[in-house]
């Protein structure tokens, strides 16, 4: 079993709409989590952090974790042809140097 | 802006061959990371150091090693290239953050091919 899984795609999603990623993990000692951005021929960038149980905003980003399900989640509001990317799911251990990233998710955003 | 710089971004090299990659950051940042990035596989990571003179190994770290002489530079030896190192090579840094781990600030990468 994979530590970080992401399904990984296309996810084709027209504008203006949702879009969806989801995560899980394997290690249920696991205290952060992180969704990187990563454009075609680029360097991963971080979107979004998040530490505890429920949802954080950023704008129209919004990152929802579930420690029990061992799920977490990356929801874009008005989706932009701009968020087209894969996006990549990342966790780590509490004072652990390492993190380790899903193999992400396609996205493509659809005019 | 924090900069990351790796020093080839492409690079072809032969089987046998020994192959450095180097990366620099100007940030003061204490920790320093070198990551393979594979389709299908994601990015596994090879190496990290957070001090000088300071490695511990990752995920993958057959068939490599690392140098940190100075707190800025960290760098990543192949020293007997095969082909199935044929990759994309990512360099990444963080700052200490006392507890969780922070955002990575990533080089623009370094695809190497080996013959």
């Known amino acids: 079993q994979k530590e970080v899984e992401q399904n990984s795609g296309p996810l084709s999603v027209p504008e203006g709409a949702i879009a969806s990623l989801n995560c899980t993990y394997s290690?249920?000692?696991?205290?952060?989590f992180f969704w990187y951005r990563q454009y075609s021929g680029k360097s991963p960038e971080l979107i979004m952090s998040i530490y505890s149980n429920g949802d954080k905003e950023d704008g129209r980003f919004t990152a929802q974790l579930n420690k029990a399900s061992q799920y977490v989640s990356l929801l874009i509001r008005d989706s932009q042809p701009s968020d087209s990317a894969t996006y990549l799911c990342a966790v780590s251990n509490f004072g652990n140097e390492k993190l380790t990233f899903g193999t992400g998710t396609r996205l493509t955003i659809i005019p | 802006d924090v900069k990351v710089t790796q020093s080839s971004r492409y690079l072809v090299k032969r089987t046998g061959e020994k192959v450095f990659l180097e990366c620099v950051q100007d940030?003061?940042?204490?920790?320093m990371f070198w990551y393979r990035q594979d389709p299908g596989l994601g990015l596994r990571l090879i190496y990290f150091?957070?001090?000088?003179?300071?490695?511990e190994k990752g995920d993958i770290p057959e068939g490599y090693s690392v140098s940190r002489e100075k707190k800025e530079r960290f760098s990543l030896i192949l020293e007997s290239a095969s082909t199935n190192q044929t990759s994309m090579y990512l360099c990444a840094s963080r700052p200490n953050t006392g507890g969780n781990t922070g955002e990575l600030f990533f080089g623009e990468g370094s695809r190497l091919t080996v013959l």
């Open positions: 290690d249920r000692g696991s205290q952060s």
């Open positions: 150091s957070y001090d000088v003179k300071m490695k």
């Open positions: 940030m003061d940042h204490e920790n």
